[in-house]
């Protein structure tokens, strides 16, 4: 796909502030485990926080297309940073923007969209994995609240969320059709965290446990209609892949700019490292599967904006960047060879930070389900 002029322009942008801002960090975040309150500061401040939401509701008002470029450019440099784009502009900004009222959007899409509040999505539970419709958590009424009850894990900035849409059952005899959706605010009675996951990569990016037990929410925190909370999170989650699928393929360049940078600065045996026909051959397979992935995400970004469908699109561009950019972050550490796996490189950081590409928005297992369902008719 060739890009048009403004998001040729916005890209240029977008990666002079990550090349001179985000990556010098991205070391540092990752050693220290630090949430990166400044950057998020300087992202919010570059209308880069809600990128596709109209400039009326506080977003930078451009289209899908752009937002996907912004989060490759800024994960190309940190992935921790790149997830939290990410995770704020998919799963705690368009839950609201696309199902709630017009008061819920003055409300807390303005703010969630300036970057002035945080937003999470507390969809996954600790024993339901991948059925996201099997929820256990609750919600019942009681005079003008819903009282909520239940557990949520691995919640992308779950802790430091201002804005939390949680989904929860309100009648586990109507499966799917009994989780409704709704936004609960930090500080809330009966709301509280557990611990905060030491992961594999993205050190940088808060990994959460939510507790709620009785916390009693107005009513007019419900997100949609009674029962919509399935539709609302599928939704959310198909526009979510292609994000993820931009966080894959931006840690992915990082991890072949890496190869070619390493492979031009070193030697073997008095021979220049990029001369090597391995490794040739290695950055070869990785440049060519990288820029497929860059088409299928930018190809299922502007279906999205043409308002075609794109299910299918999203689900191949998700799960085919996360393939191949765990397969390119493990060809940058063997170029490397034993450099690759000390953090004097970025290669062992790219590829930690790479492997929750597979799994999270969504596990590969998943996206190829829903590809086979849409090639074969459902």
Not at 15 to 30: H, I, K
Not at 237 to 257: C, E, H, P, T, V
Not at 313 to 342: F, P, Q, R, W
Request: with cysteine; charged share 25%; hydrophobic share 40%.
């Amino acid at each position: 796909m060739i890009l048009q002029s403004q998001h040729k322009e916005f890209q240029a942008r977008v990666r002079r502030f990550a090349e001179q801002e985000v990556a010098p960090r991205a070391r540092e975040l990752d050693r220290t485990g630090e949430f990166p309150h400044d950057l998020v500061k300087r992202l919010a401040e570059l209308q880069l926080t809600a990128v596709y939401v109209p400039k009326e509701y506080g977003g930078a008002g451009l289209d899908t297309l752009h937002y996907a470029i912004a989060v490759e450019e800024i994960s190309r440099s940190c992935g921790s940073t790149g997830i939290f784009l990410a995770a704020h502009s998919s799963l705690g900004v368009f839950p609201i923007f696309f199902a709630g009222t017009e008061e819920q959007k003055r409300k807390w899409l303005i703010p969630l969209a300036r970057g002035e509040k945080i937003g999470a999505f507390g969809l996954t539970e600790p024993d339901v994995g991948s059925d996201a419709a099997a929820t256990r958590t609750t919600a019942r009424i009681e005079s003008d609240t819903y009282v909520i009850n239940g557990t949520k894990r691995f919640i992308t900035s779950g802790s430091i969320a201002d804005v939390i849409i949680v989904t929860a059952t309100q009648d586990p005899s109507k499966g799917y059709k009994g989780i409704s959706a709704f936004v609960v605010e930090k500080g809330t009675p009966g709301f509280s965290y557990g611990k905060d996951e030491e992961k594999l990569g993205l050190h940088g990016s808060i990994t959460s446990e939510l507790v709620f037990e009785d916390c009693a929410i107005p009513r007019d925190n419900l997100l949609g209609s009674e029962g919509d909370g399935f539709r609302i999170f599928m939704e959310t989650l198909d526009g979510g892949r292609i994000s993820i699928g931009a966080l894959a393929l931006g840690i992915a360049q990082g991890a072949l700019d890496a190869a070619v940078s390493f492979s031009k600065a070193s030697k073997r045996s008095g021979k220049p490292l990029y001369k090597m026909q391995p490794v040739q051959s290695m950055i070869a397979e990785m440049a060519t599967e990288i820029e497929a992935a860059r088409l299928l995400i930018y190809h299922a970004a502007a279906l999205k904006d043409s308002g075609l469908p794109y299910m299918k699109e999203a689900a191949m561009a998700k799960y085919y960047a996360s393939t191949i950019g765990m397969k390119a972050a493990n060809m940058a550490v063997d170029i490397h060879g034993l450099c690759g796996v000390t953090d004097a490189y970025p290669a062992e950081r790219l590829m930690r930070d790479e492997k929750l590409m597979e799994i999270g928005e969504g596990t590969s297992e998943i996206q190829k389900i829903v590809i086979a369902r849409e090639v074969l008719g459902k």
